[in-house]
């Protein structure tokens, strides 16, 4: 549903009585006209077993934990401050439901999960969900901590500015451990509010960023048993609640994919299997037509229909359809369940019953979806990982899951160099080294495991539909009538859009076979990749500016517009806790973010509609119009959008800069709500970069914004270990994994560069920025330069190599890097001509700085100086205003290379071309 729907909301599977127990068996296909069929019954069958083999008292017990499956709070409970994170007063008892069709299996009774804690996010009517672990007597005496792996169980968002019925909730989940009593009998166990400072996180989400705006969606938790704790387990069945405390105005739950009591060796205790939920099941369970469908079509593409949420109560005109792909594949794809769905209707104001048809829509009308099992809302979509390309094509959007996210940088770098994953040590040969550092070569971006979790689904949701930012009647015009802003002529992305979509469809293969292309002419070929470049910069037009400055310098741009129509709904009582965070940039922020999240859902859909995921020459190429000829570029995969696309995401491409009455700048590159959290944020923008690398690295197009920046990708690699820091061995390993996400890349990096585009057109006239050779391997001298490979020296500042860390894993390796590094430097440019280069000029601007050092500059300089005697026999860089020539860095790398013991035949081949450049 629209406004985020799904969005920062991470659902969970509780029924619609806001309070259900996931002690059950099997996974029984949902039938939508009774949903609660086996949760409440089975639980009462269960308890029953249960109590009959522990031989407690079976009438008080079976009653009170029956009552704890219809209701989830106690009355001791209810007068507590629910946006606190406190325990939320409970509800009313639902009714009872039908009974089951069998028992459950007793005291061994498996896990089933995903626990899907979600509800309408109503802090009055909180989610309480039950799982079951069973110990043996030596897990009784071994037990020290729970642990379990959450599906947002924080907070991403930005906060709620509108007026609420309840105050927005701070602190999303609570837990507790009930061992052996029945939940009806808990009244005095307190809840424990799950935060950073009573739980434990893995150390690679604790150091970035944690849980609320932390940088991983999906992180793992221990939380320490204390005595009173460990007193209660039981040999036998053992009770353990999460809630959800409410919503922040945009999530409505979050899932516990994993859950064990453990020792103090974090091994897992728990006797009892793990059942997951197959959606495979609900998915067949829909395949008939139904009256439930058919009005389940009608509440999912109309409009005016939903709330912004159930917290605000504001009806919104966006649809269902608006926010997701438009016939709901998203949701099929991704395997929401069906309660998911509902429940996510509930939070946007519809009832439980229409939520059931919106599910039995999606599930009749996409039966063609192909089922993907390792699709989930917690598993990042495009998580690359070995074997991925082996796999239908189908399957590639499913990524390789959470389990391909490395930890360890021994595995990082076996991963990254083509090794078995396994426990042995690294053992690199230069060989190794040398077939991927190969500027000739490619790298294959979607199988090598990166030590980074990707967004989630969750994450490319609009959080508010562009329709409800510009709505009907605007003076400059509308998000679907198009609109005119400061800056340009009348916009329309919605309308160019569906004329994408319209060439797509019109140009399907005869033979039927999806997401076959060949058959297109070359002429076609240049049609539909004349139509979808711009498309994106039009999207990014209608916002108007460029990254940290949507603010025009007369009139509006289309995100300041939208930023004032959201300004007008915000009420003091709740943009009054959190200042910072609803500023007039802060609401452009919200603009800007939500617009370019609709664009991307637009791309992903057209790439699983149309079947454009594949060889990307199909789509990415050049179209001579002499020869009547098309050259394709690109791999075998890959999105065809080479224009504004997934890391326009990056919290570094949507914020907008704040400065002080003086003009300096006093924050940029992230979020205005993310101040308390830089490192989660740089985290997202790092993940959002990489990710783009997977989904389409851009087919050696031009070198920054299509499709990857690169330089701010390295630059994000590196600002994030920065940020990080290395006070702690935690700390020093995520700045490790970090640094050699950098060196995946610099490869990477290498191997993009259009080598087509000449290094200077020199007889171009206009401005340095326009120039060809800036968008080529010209301009990406400095970002391969060896020195970036190597600790260095200067008259300013001295630097050590970002990989010298990586000799504690293995003995030698940074140099093999250092070797790795200058033969793909001579790939790339040793064998051009000096003349062909254009020559720096201290005294051009046109790059926004000083020519020789600028950040985009694509020159050589004039002549070259000697390096500095630092000391006797040590030399450096000369180094002012903190920045270096191309000239010194080039004369420091032959020199400090031969210090360092590199491969002689590599300096001597960059020291030929160095003499060639500087006679």
Request: glycine share 10%; proline share 5%.
């Amino acid at each position: 549903m629209p406004d985020g729907w799904l969005t920062s909301a991470d659902k969970a599977r509780q029924w619609p009585t806001q309070t259900f127990d996931v002690s059950k068996v099997g996974s029984e296909v949902m039938d939508l006209d009774t949903p609660l069929i086996s949760t409440r019954a089975q639980v009462r069958s269960f308890a029953m077993l249960w109590l009959m083999q522990w031989r407690r008292g079976a009438a008080v017990c079976l009653a009170a934990l029956v009552l704890s499956a219809c209701a989830g709070g106690d009355d001791s409970d209810t007068g507590n401050d629910p946006s606190s994170g406190t325990t939320p007063p409970a509800e009313s008892p639902a009714s009872s439901p039908s009974s089951p069709s069998s028992p459950a299996s007793g005291p061994t009774t498996a896990l089933q999960l995903p626990l899907e804690v979600l509800g309408d996010g109503l802090p009055n009517t909180p989610v309480v969900a039950t799982a079951n672990l069973t110990l043996d007597a030596s897990g009784v005496s071994g037990a020290s901590q729970l642990w379990f792996q959450c599906h947002r169980c924080g907070f991403f968002g930005a906060p709620e500015f509108e007026a609420t019925r309840y105050t927005p909730t701070r602190i999303k989940a609570s837990l507790r451990v009930l061992g052996g009593v029945a939940a009806a009998s808990a009244t005095d166990i307190p809840w424990v509010d799950i935060t950073d400072s009573t739980v434990t996180l893995a150390d690679a989400e604790r150091v970035q960023g944690g849980l609320n705006r932390g940088g991983a969606y999906t992180v793992r938790i221990s939380y320490a048993l204390d005595a009173a704790t460990r007193a209660r387990l039981v040999s036998g069945m053992n009770l353990v609640q999460f809630r959800f405390n409410g919503t922040d105005g945009e999530s409505n739950g979050f899932r516990v994919i994993a859950l064990q009591i453990r020792n103090d060796q974090g091994q897992s205790l728990a006797t009892n299997a793990v059942a997951m939920d197959n959606i495979a099941l609900e998915k067949e369970a829909g395949k008939t037509a139904s009256d439930a469908a058919t009005a389940g079509q009608a509440l999912w593409s109309g409009q005016g229909l939903l709330m912004k949420s159930a917290l605000t109560g504001r009806s919104i005109q966006a649809a269902c359809a608006s926010c997701h792909a438009s016939d709901g594949r998203d949701l099929q794809y991704f395997n929401y369940s069906n309660n998911a769905i509902v429940q996510r209707s509930r939070f946007h104001g519809l009832s439980e019953t229409q939520g059931k048809q919106i599910a039995a829509f999606l599930r009749y009308s996409l039966q063609a979806v192909p089922h993907v099992a390792q699709a989930a809302p917690w598993n990042p979509p495009y998580q690359p990982g070995a074997g991925l390309d082996s796999r239908p094509l189908a399957e590639w959007s499913a990524g390789a899951g959470l389990d391909a996210v490395l930890d360890s940088p021994t595995l990082a770098m076996k991963a990254l160099f083509g090794k078995t994953l396994d426990g042995s040590a690294l053992a690199l040969t230069q060989a190794d080294v040398d077939k991927v550092m190969d500027a000739t070569s490619t790298l294959n971006a979607r199988e090598v495991a990166m030590p980074i979790q990707y967004p989630d689904w969750n994450a490319y949701l609009p959080a508010m539909h562009p329709m409800d930012i510009w709505p009907a009647g605007g003076t400059a015009g509308s998000w679907e009538t198009g609109a005119t802003f400061a800056g340009n002529g009348k916009l329309d992305p919605l309308g160019t859009s569906r004329k994408i979509a319209t060439w797509f469809q019109s140009h399907l293969n005869p033979n039927g076979v999806h997401g076959d292309w060949s058959h297109l002419t070359p002429e076609q070929r240049n049609e539909i990749k004349s139509m979808i470049q711009p498309w994106g910069f039009e999207v990014y037009a209608f916002a108007g500016g460029g990254r940290g400055g949507h603010v025009a310098s007369a009139g509006q741009y289309g995100a300041q517009v939208g930023a004032a129509n959201l300004q007008k709904l915000a009420a003091s009582s709740n943009t009054a806790a959190e200042p910072a965070a609803f500023t007039t940039n802060a609401f452009i922020e919200r603009v800007v973010g939500s617009l370019f999240q609709w664009n991307v859902v637009q791309q992903w859909e057209w790439a699983q509609r149309f079947g454009l995921e594949g060889n990307q020459q199909w789509f990415i190429g050049d179209y001579d119009a002499t020869t009547k000829t098309w050259k394709g570029r690109g791999e075998a995969r890959g999105w065809p959008f080479n224009t504004v696309s997934a890391f326009y995401l990056a919290p570094h491409m949507v914020y907008q800069t704040d400065t002080d009455s003086t003009g300096k700048i006093t924050r940029e590159w992230i979020l205005a709500w993310e101040t308390a959290n830089r490192v989660g944020s740089y985290y997202r923008t790092n993940a959002w970069y990489q990710a783009q690398v997977s989904i389409n690295p851009g087919a050696q197009g031009d070198w920054v914004n299509y499709s990857v920046d690169w330089p701010y990708l390295t630059g994000f690699d590196e600002n994030l270990a920065t940020q990080v820091g290395s006070a702690t061995t935690a700390q020093s390993t995520a700045g490790l994994l970090s640094r050699i996400r950098l060196l995946q890349a610099r490869i990477k990096s290498a191997q993009y560069v259009n080598n087509a585009i000449p290094l200077y057109v020199s007889t171009a006239t206009g401005s340095l920025i326009n120039n060809r050779g800036r968008f080529g391997r010209a301009q990406v001298l400095k970002h391969l330069m060896p020195t970036n490979f190597m600790d260095t020296a200067s008259t300013q500042f001295n630097t050590g190599s970002p990989y010298s860390g990586l000799n504690q894993l293995q003995s030698g390796v940074s140099l093999q890097i250092l070797n790795g590094a200058l033969r793909q430097f001579n790939q790339v440019y040793a064998s051009t001509n000096p003349a062909d280069w254009r020559r720096c000029d201290p005294n051009n601007t046109d790059l926004g700085e000083p020519e020789p050092t600028a950040g985009f500059a694509f020159c050589l300089d004039q002549s070259k100086n000697p390096l500095v005697l630092l000391s006797p026999g040590v030399y450096g860089m000369t180094s002012v205003d903190y920045r270096i020539t191309p000239e010194q860095k080039l004369q420091y790398s032959v020199w400090k290379a031969g210090q360092l013991g590199a491969d002689a035949s590599r300096i001597a081949t960059l020291n030929s071309w160095v003499a060639r450049i500087w006679p």
